[in-house]
C-alpha cells in the first residue's frame, strides 16, 4: 500500500517534553499538509510544503511547533515544551497541484495526549 | 470566522433511503469543494469532490450538488448502508483545506 503514513500512532507525554511526529507522504506527491483536529472539530490547517519548500504557516503554528521536510519527501512535525492544549490528532496529508483541484489524501493520523 | 458550515451536527437514516447531508460556504472565491469520510481513530478518506463549474457530480452512490447562488452544496448518499455510518466533512480547497465542523451520519437497519 503505497498510501500516506503516519508515525506513531499514538503518542502520550507528559506536560514539557517534546514530541517529534512523522508522515511520509505518497511517493509522487510533492505538496504535502498538516492539520490538527480537537474533539467535535474538522480538521484545521497547520502548514503546507512543497517539495522541501515550507509555503504557509497558520497562525495556530506557535513558536513551540516547527515543521520539516528536508529532502521534499517525508515531513516531521515538532512540539516543544508540550501543553495540555496540544492534545489532539495530528493529521498529515499529501497531494499533487493541479490534479483534479489539489485533492488531497490523508494519513491515519498521530493522536497525542499531554497529561 | 467560519467560512465553511455544516449545521446539522448529526443525521439518522434508515437503511436504503437516502441520506443528505448539507454544507454552507461564505467565500464565493472558492473554487473546489470536497467530501470527506471519517471513522473514530482514522484520517479522513476523500469520497467525492466539484468544481466550482459544474452543479452536479455523481460517483456510484454518492452524488455532490453544488448551488453557487446560495452558496451551497449538499452531499446524497442513496441507497444508504450501515458502512455508510461515520462522521462526514465538507471542505473549500484553496491550497489549504477548509472544513466545516462535520455531520455524524448514523444509519440504522
Known amino acids: 500500500d503505497t498510501g500516506v503514513s503516519q508515525n506513531p500512532r499514538h503518542k502520550i507525554t507528559k506536560r514539557g517534553q517534546n514530541v517529534t511526529f512523522r508522515c511520509d507522504p505518497i511517493s509522487e506527491h510533492n505538496r504535502l499538509y498538516w492539520y490538527r483536529q480537537t474533539l467535535g472539530q474538522g480538521p484545521e490547517f497547520l502548514t503546507y510544503f512543497q517539495n522541501e519548500a515550507q509555503l504557509e504557516k497558520s497562525r495556530l503554528l506557535s513558536d513551540r511547533f516547527s515543521a520539516e521536510r528536508p529532502k521534499g519527501s517525508f515531513s516531521t512535525l515538532e512540539i516543544q515544551r508540550t501543553e495540555q492544549g496540544d492534545s489532539a490528532m495530528y493529521l498529515c496529508?499529501?497531494?499533487?497541484?493541479?490534479?483534479?483541484?489539489?485533492?488531497?489524501?490523508f494519513g491515519p493520523g498521530t493522536r497525542l495526549t499531554v497529561l | 470566522d467560519q467560512q465553511v458550515k455544516q449545521n446539522s451536527p448529526s443525521l439518522s437514516v434508515q437503511e436504503g433511503r437516502i441520506s443528505i447531508l448539507n454544507c454552507d460556504y461564505t467565500n464565493s472565491m472558492f473554487d473546489y469543494f470536497l467530501w470527506y469520510k471519517k471513522y473514530p481513530a482514522e484520517g479522513p478518506t476523500f469520497l467525492i469532490s466539484?468544481?466550482?463549474?459544474?452543479d452536479k457530480n455523481e460517483d456510484g452512490r454518492f452524488t455532490v450538488f453544488l448551488n453557487k447562488s446560495a452558496k451551497h452544496l449538499s452531499l446524497h448518499i442513496v441507497p444508504s448502508q450501515p458502512g455508510d455510518s461515520a462522521v462526514y466533512f465538507c471542505?473549500?480547497?484553496?491550497?489549504?483545506?477548509?472544513f466545516g465542523t462535520g455531520t455524524r451520519l448514523q444509519v440504522f437497519p
Open positions: 466539484i468544481s466550482s463549474i459544474k
Open positions: 471542505a473549500s480547497n484553496a491550497d489549504k483545506l477548509i
Open positions: 496529508a499529501s497531494s499533487v497541484p493541479g490534479l483534479a483541484g489539489n485533492t488531497q489524501y
